[in-house]
C-alpha cells in the first residue's frame, strides 16, 4: 500500500511539474502580435450581421500570444504602408524599446538584435548594419511609428499578413508559418477576435470568407454569421444552369452545394457542405453586390455584379481541403459555351 501511495504521489508531481509547461507550450501556439487592420468598417448595421464589433471608435484591439490588448493609439498609413507605434509590437515580441532624448533615438533590443531607430530616417541600424526601408519612421503625437515589417525585420521576426472578412490581419510570430492554411487561420481567429461571440453562442468556427463566417452549434445548427443555416429560406441546394455538372462534382467531393440569395442589400453566398459536417465557404460578396454562378467541370464560374461593373472569376473546385477556395480572374470569353 506504501508504494501504491508513493507512486500516485510521484505522478501527481510530475503533473503538477509539467502543467506550467503544457500551458506555456500552448500559449506560445500563437504569434507574438496579432492585429486586425480594419480597411472595412463593422458597425453592427444588418447589412454585416456583426461579424465584428468594435469596443469604440478609438480603441484597436490586438492580441500578444493570444492575450486581448486594446490601445488609443491609432494606425497610420504612409505610401501604402501600415505603422504602428514600435514600443508597441516591440514590447509585445518581448523586447526592449528605449527612448533617447538627447541623441533622438529609439533603441530596440531582443535576444541577439538591436535596432536603432530616429524619426525622419529611411535607415535602421541593426546590429550595426544599415538597413534601407521605403517608408522613414515618424513621430506622431509623441509617438514613434514604423512601418510594421521594418519592425519584423529589425526584431528578426516573421510578418505574415491575411486578407479575410474585408480585413487585414497581419500577424508577427518566430517562424514562417503557413497561416493560409484554412484550419490554422480559423483556429487562430476562434481564439482571438471571434473567441467571445463563439463562446457566448456556443458554436464551432467552420470557415471565414470574405464577408461571412460559417459555424455550427452543439446540436448540429448550421449559421451564417448569425442567421440560421436551417431555417433560413435564403438557402437553396445549388445547381443552376449545369445541374449535371453540379451532381457529378458533388459527388466527387462528398459535398453539396448550397447558395445564399437573400433580399438585396445582403451579401450572397457560395459554400460547400461535406459529408463529414465541414462548411467551406467558395464565394461570397459584401453587400449590394450579387452574382450568377455555375459548375462546369472542376470549376464554379462566377459573374459578379456591383453597379455597372461585372466581373468574371473562375475557381478550382478540387482545392484541398485544407486550402481556401481562391478565385481566379478571367474574361467573359473564358466561360463554356452555356448552349452545347
Known amino acids: 500500500m506504501k508504494s501504491y501511495k508513493q507512486t500516485f504521489f510521484l505522478i501527481l508531481l510530475t503533473i503538477w511539474i509539467l502543467l506550467p509547461t503544457v500551458a506555456f507550450a500552448q500559449t506560445k501556439d ?12 463593422y458597425n453592427n448595421s444588418v447589412y454585416n450581421e456583426f461579424i465584428f464589433t468594435e469596443m469604440s471608435n478609438t480603441e484597436i484591439t490586438y492580441y500578444i500570444s493570444g492575450q486581448i ?3 488609443n493609439l491609432p494606425i497610420l498609413i504612409k505610401n501604402d504602408q501600415t505603422m504602428l507605434p514600435l514600443r508597441l509590437v516591440g514590447e509585445a515580441c518581448g523586447a526592449d524599446v528605449v527612448w533617447d532624448k538627447n541623441e533622438q533615438q529609439a533603441t530596440i533590443t531582443l535576444n541577439k538584435h538591436k535596432a536603432i531607430i530616429k524619426p525622419s530616417s529611411n535607415v535602421i541600424l541593426v546590429n550595426d548594419v544599415q538597413l534601407n526601408i521605403n517608408t522613414a519612421a515618424l513621430m506622431h503625437n509623441d509617438t514613434l511609428y514604423l512601418p510594421l515589417r521594418s519592425i519584423g525585420e529589425a526584431l528578426g521576426k516573421k510578418i505574415i499578413w491575411q486578407n479575410k472578412l474585408e480585413q487585414s490581419f497581419i500577424i508577427v510570430c518566430n517562424q514562417e508559418q503557413n497561416f493560409s492554411n484554412r484550419n490554422q487561420f480559423n ?3 476562434s481564439k482571438t477576435y471571434l473567441k467571445d461571440m463563439l463562446e ?22 448550421y449559421y451564417r454569421n448569425y442567421v440560421a443555416i436551417n431555417e433560413s429560406t435564403a438557402w437553396h441546394d445549388f445547381d443552376d444552369i449545369f445541374p449535371d455538372e453540379t451532381a457529378a462534382m458533388a459527388e ?3 459535398c453539396t452545394f448550397r447558395y445564399y440569395d437573400p433580399p438585396m442589400p445582403n451579401a450572397e453566398t457560395l459554400a460547400a457542405f461535406y459529408a463529414d459536417g465541414d462548411v467551406k465557404i467558395i464565394y461570397d460578396v459584401p453587400p449590394y453586390h450579387s452574382f450568377d454562378a455555375f459548375i462546369y467541370d472542376n470549376y464554379v ?16 473546385l478540387e482545392t484541398a481541403h485544407n486550402e481556401y477556395f481562391v478565385p481566379e480572374i478571367i474574361k467573359e470569353s473564358d466561360f463554356p459555351d452555356k448552349t452545347k
Do not use: W
Open 30 to 41: 500563437l504569434p507574438d502580435f496579432f492585429i486586425r487592420i480594419p480597411t472595412q468598417p
Open 69 to 71: 490588448q486594446t490601445t
Open 187 to 189: 483556429t487562430l481567429l
Open 200 to 221: 457566448t453562442e456556443q458554436r464551432q468556427l467552420l470557415d471565414v470568407g470574405q464577408n461571412a463566417i460559417i459555424s455550427v452549434d452543439k446540436n448540429g445548427n
Open 252 to 254: 466527387k467531393l462528398e
Open 301 to 316: 464560374y462566377i459573374k459578379e455584379y456591383h453597379n455597372d461593373t461585372e466581373k468574371f472569376l473562375r475557381i478550382n
